[in-house]
C-alpha cells in the first residue's frame, strides 16, 4: 500500500529549507565585518569567502537539475540538509580563512541543492495555475528569510553576541525542514514537456536561451552585490546596514507574494526592462544618500530587483519551455556563479576605493563612506547594462505569445 503525499507538509518543509538558505545570505552579510575583523582579513579576502557560497550555489544545481527525475527529490533534500549542517557547523568551528573557504562552499551547495529539489518538486505537486501561485508563495520565502535573518543579525550584534552563535541559529530552520520530511512520500516526476535532458540540452543552444543566461549573469550580481556588501559597504552611511537589507528584502517578499501572479500575467520583457532602470536609479541614489535618504534609495533599489529573478526564471518557462527543469536549473545556477565571480571583484574595488579616498586626505568613517558610496557607484554598472539589454529583448518579444504553460 503506497503511502499518500502530504503536499501541505512537504511544501512546508520546502519553505523552512529556503529560510535556510536564505538566513545563511542575511546573517553572513551581518557577521561579514566580524570575520573581517576575527581572521585579520581585507575585503578581497571576504569577497572570496562570500565567492564560496555563491560558487557551491550552482554546482549544486548543475548536478541536481538533471540529476532530479533519477534519484527523486527526497534524496536531493536530505543532500541538502548533510550538506548544510556540515557547513554551517564547520563555519561556527573556522581557524582561518581556508576553513571559512570550505565551510562557505558547503552551505552554498546546500542552498543550490535546496533549489534544485524544491523547484521541479513544488511543481509536480499542483496543477494548473496552483503551480504559479504556490512557486510564488515559496520564493517569497528567500527575501522573507532574509529579513528574519538581518533583523536577527541585528539584534544579537547589538547585544554584543559573536558571529558564531549568529551562525549557529540557521541550524534552527535546517533542523525543522529535516524532521518535517522524515518518513514522507515525495511526488512522482511530471515532467512532461522536457522528454529527455538530451532534448533539454539542444534546446538551451538557442540564441534566446544563451542571451537569457548572460542576462541572468547581470540580474543577480544586480540583486545580491549590493546586499551581500551591505555593511562593509553602508556601515557610515547614517542608516543600519541590517535594517536597510530588512527594509529590501521585506519589500520583495511582499511583492513577490502578492502581486507575483499579476506579474506573470503581464509582460515579462516589459517588467524586467521597469526592474533594470528601478535598480539602476536605486544603485546610482544609494551611492549617493546619507542618514534617512539611505532607506528612501533603498526602496527604490528593492522595487527594482524584486522580480528580476522570479521573471528571469519564469520567461524561460514560458518562451523556452524545452529546456525543461534543467532549463531552469542552469539559469539559477549561472545567476549564482555570476555573483560569485563578482564578489572578490567588489571586495579589490572596496579596497582601491579606501586606498584612494585615503591618498585624497580622508580618515576614519569618512574614508569608510567616501569608498563605499564609490563601490556602490562601480556596482550601477550591472543594471545599467540590463536597460539596454532588456530594451532590445523587449522590442524583438513584443509580439511573441509565451509557448510553454508551465509557469515558475
Known amino acids: 500500500m503506497s503511502q499518500t503525499v502530504n503536499n501541505n507538509r512537504l511544501f512546508l518543509a520546502s519553505c523552512f529549507a529556503l529560510i535556510t538558505t536564505s538566513m545563511a545570505f542575511g546573517i553572513r552579510a551581518g557577521v561579514l565585518t566580524q570575520l573581517g575583523t576575527a581572521f585579520n582579513l581585507d575585503a578581497e579576502h571576504l569577497g572570496y569567502v562570500n565567492q ?19 534519484l527523486g527529490p527526497k ?28 565551510s562557505t562552499f558547503f552551505v552554498g551547495f546546500g542552498n543550490g541543492t535546496v533549489e534544485a529539489a524544491c523547484n521541479p518538486m513544488i511543481s509536480d505537486m499542483y496543477e494548473g495555475n496552483q503551480k504559479t501561485k504556490m512557486l510564488n508563495r515559496f520564493h517569497m520565502w528567500f527575501p522573507g528569510g532574509i529579513v528574519i535573518a538581518s533583523l536577527i543579525s541585528e539584534f544579537m550584534t547589538s547585544a554584543g553576541m559573536g558571529w558564531q552563535l549568529q ?4 541550524l534552527i530552520p535546517a533542523v525543522a525542514y529535516a ?40 540580474t543577480a550580481i544586480s540583486e545580491f552585490g549590493p546586499e551581500q556588501w551591505i555593511g562593509p559597504v553602508l ?30 500575467n503581464l509582460n515579462p520583457t516589459g517588467v524586467l526592462l521597469g526592474s533594470a532602470i528601478f535598480a539602476t536609479i536605486g544603485v546610482v541614489l544609494m551611492s ?37 527543469a534543467f532549463g531552469m536549473s542552469i539559469i539559477g545556477g549561472m545567476g549564482m556563479f555570476s555573483t560569485s565571480i563578482f564578489q572578490p571583484i567588489i571586495g579589490k574595488w ?9 591618498a585624497k586626505g580622508l580618515t576614519g568613517q569618512e574614508l569608510d563612506l567616501a569608498a563605499g558610496q564609490a563601490t556602490l557607484d562601480n556596482m550601477a554598472v550591472f543594471p545599467f547594462i540590463l536597460i539596454i539589454a532588456f530594451a532590445v529583448l523587449y522590442f524583438i518579444m513584443r509580439k511573441q505569445t509565451p509557448s510553454g504553460a508551465k509557469a515558475h
Open 179 to 218: 524532521a518535517l520530511i522524515l518518513g514522507q512520500a515525495f511526488p512522482e516526476s511530471q515532467d512532461e514537456g522536457a522528454a529527455s535532458t538530451g532534448q533539454n540540452f539542444k534546446a538551451m543552444l538557442s540564441p534566446l536561451y544563451l542571451f537569457m543566461l548572460a542576462c541572468m549573469a547581470l
Open 235 to 264: 556601515g557610515h552611511a547614517g542608516a543600519s546596514p541590517m535594517l536597510i537589507l530588512a527594509l529590501v528584502t521585506g519589500l520583495m517578499a511582499v511583492g513577490r507574494y502578492f502581486a507575483g501572479p499579476i506579474v506573470h
Open 75 to 102: 534524496k536531493i533534500m536530505w543532500v541538502a540538509f548533510i550538506t548544510h549542517v556540515l557547513g554551517l557547523v564547520m563555519t561556527i568551528f573556522a581557524s582561518g580563512f581556508w576553513t571559512l573557504l570550505i
Open 288 to 324: 549617493q544618500a546619507e542618514g534617512a535618504m539611505v532607506y528612501v534609495s533603498a526602496v527604490i533599489f528593492a522595487i527594482g530587483v524584486c522580480y528580476f529573478w522570479p521573471t528571469m526564471i519564469g520567461f524561460v518557462a514560458e518562451y523556452l519551455p524545452r529546456t525543461g
Open 52 to 70: 564560496m557560497a555563491f560558487l557551491g550555489f550552482p554546482i549544486a544545481m548543475i548536478i541536481g537539475g538533471p540529476l532530479y527525475n533519477v
Open 350 to 358: 572596496l579596497d582601491d576605493e579606501k586606498a584612494a579616498a585615503a
Open 167 to 170: 551562525i549557529g541559529i540557521i
